[in-house]
């Protein structure tokens, strides 16, 4: 597996139960803060060009801002019409309070370290 970690962001910089967007390795990622677990997927939606950075996070649920479909931020898994296809999940890696995406694989939530 090629891993390419990638530091993106202060954890402070991403506020609890909250989605900010950002650039890591030519892609536009949206970073997740729920329950103090980081997840990250693809910012773009799988339905149209909107930014999910741009919707509304209701706990593990993101709402895309245009049509209002809904994917689970730990899965990626597509929840409701009009989302046909899945969105893509990257992991995440929490060192000395920043924030690390591989973009090369899928993997669960990252926990801050004590
Ligand atoms: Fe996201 Fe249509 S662009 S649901």
Not at 33 to 55: K, S
Not at 78 to 89: H, M, N, Q, S
Not at 106 to 112: D, L, Y
């Amino acid at each position: 597996m090629n891993q390419r970690w990638t530091d993106v962001a202060a954890l402070d910089a991403v506020p609890e139960d909250d989605v900010i967007g950002i650039e890591a390795g030519g892609r536009s990622l949206a970073l997740y803060r729920v329950g103090g677990d980081l997840f990250a997927t693809d910012n773009i939606c799988t339905h149209g060009h909107a930014r999910l950075c741009d919707g509304f996070l209701d706990g593990h649920e993101i709402e895309c801002p245009l049509h209002q479909g809904k994917f689970d931020v730990r899965t990626g898994k597509a929840k409701c019409a009009p989302l046909v296809d899945d969105i893509r999940t990257y992991a995440v890696h929490i060192v000395d309070g920043r924030v690390l995406v591989d973009t090369g694989c899928r993997a669960a939530a990252a926990v801050p370290e004590d």
